[in-house]
């Protein structure tokens, strides 16, 4: 049985993350501010944290560990104008640092097996540029760095990779979707015609994490419909 960390595991795609490896028959370890939607789930040991909390104050994890993700994300969405830089911090240190400081606390746990995988979250506008977009693009294009850096020192030992989403319909993602209008807006930008859902994402760090992706590193792979890339109308 594999082992996997998923952080920030109890909603949204890291939920069904969860979910999938649980299918599979692994043994999943969550850490997520609260518990929530996993008491149902066997394979899952379940720690209390905060990413924005000192490192020291992460859980000690003495298992190795054949996998990670780290799934914690905001989308602040605001003209720049009227962004603060506590703005441009937060998501910093979210997205960013938080990914940051999980990989440095469970570095050794991962370098115990051969073949583990890192997967990290970036944004499709990142390399699409967006209005409204400038710090979380900001924060999720260090995370695009980090992607290639660490995959470049970590190989052959450990395979870093990440996942560039368009909106997803996540919880996360709520209050851009919450009306028939801003649903329709999102759906006709993309060449698919429709949104991205957790579970087809959480399926794509299933591949990223399991050996069917051996061969794969260093790669910001994008699950967007399309809509960074090709035009259609």
Same mark, same amino acid.
């Given at each position: ?50 990413? !924005?909390?000192?490192?020291?104050? &992460? ?35 979210? #997205? ?50 980090? !992607? ?12 870093? #990779?990440?996942?560039?989403?368009? &909106? ?8 851009? &979707? ?13 060449? &698919? ?41």
């Amino acid at each position: 049985m594999k082992k996997y960390l998923i952080i920030g595991g109890t909603s949204g795609i890291g939920l069904e993350i969860t979910k999938l490896l649980v299918a599979k028959n692994n043994q999943v370890i969550v850490i997520s501010r609260q518990k929530r939607n996993i008491e149902e789930l066997n394979n899952v040991i379940f720690y209390s944290a905060d990413v !924005t909390k000192p490192i020291e104050e &992460l859980p000690e994890i003495d298992d190795k560990l054949n996998g990670l993700v780290y799934c914690p994300g905001t989308i602040n969405l605001k003209p720049f104008k009227n962004l603060k830089i506590d703005d441009f911090k937060y998501d910093f240190e979210i #997205n960013f640092l938080g990914a940051v400081k999980i990989i440095n606390k469970y570095l050794n746990n991962l370098n115990q097996t051969d073949g583990a995988s890192i997967v990290l979250f970036s944004t499709v506008a990142v390399q699409t540029g967006m209005p409204y977009h400038s710090s979380i693009a900001s924060a999720k294009g260090a995370v695009e760095g980090l !992607t290639r850096s660490l995959a470049a020192e970590f190989a052959p030992k450990i395979r870093v #990779n990440c996942i560039a989403p368009s &909106l997803t319909n996540t919880p996360l993602a709520e209050k851009f &979707l919450n009306s028939e209008s801003k649903l329709q807006s999102s759906i006709d930008r993309h060449p &698919l015609k429709r949104i991205g859902n957790s579970t087809e994402i959480a399926e794509l760090v299933y591949f990223l994490l399991s050996d069917s992706s051996s061969f794969i590193t260093g790669q910001i792979i994008k699950a967007d419909g399309g809509i960074s890339s090709i035009r259609n109308h």
